[in-house]
Nanobody
Framework: QVQLVESGGGLVQPGGSLRLSCRAS????????MGWFRQAPGKEREFVAA????????SYADSVKGRFTISRVNVKNMMYLQMNSLKPEDTAVYYC???????????????WGQGTQVTVSS
């Protein structure tokens, strides 16, 4: 079992940056692959980025490649999403997710956080 809590969302102007954080509970955080998803109003939840248990592998949605960076610090039970060059279409609730398998975390992770709102607007 792992519990996830996101933070760091807010209002930012187009072209700006935000860093989202995900804090995980439990002693086995380092054994989980982690990911970020987002859901915009009226749309389905979509995959954003994923990272393997040791950070050695990452994966990104095409829409965020080159602008977003996923990272983790296992000794702190923390995962991050650095978001740069933000666009209005990045506006969504962002969710942290975890799964024991890297290939699964991008599709159907077992664990979810409650979400944090990101709004990109002038």
């Amino acid at each position: 079992q792992v519990q996830l809590v996101e933070s760091g969302g807010g209002l930012v102007q187009p072209g700006g940056s935000l860093r989202l954080s995900c804090r995980a509970s439990g002693r086995t955080f380092s054994s989980y692959a982690m990911g970020w998803f987002r859901q915009a109003p009226g749309k389905e939840r979509e995959f954003v980025a994923a990272i393997s248990w040791n950070g050695g592998s990452t994966s990104y949605a095409d829409s965020v490649k080159g602008r977003f960076t996923i990272s983790r610090v296992n000794v702190k039970n923390m995962m991050y999403l650095q978001m740069n060059s933000l666009k209005p279409e990045d506006t969504a609730v962002y969710y942290c997710a975890a799964d024991a398998v890297f290939s699964t975390v991008a599709a159907a992770p077992d664990y979810w956080g409650q979400g944090t709102q990101v709004t990109v607007s002038s």
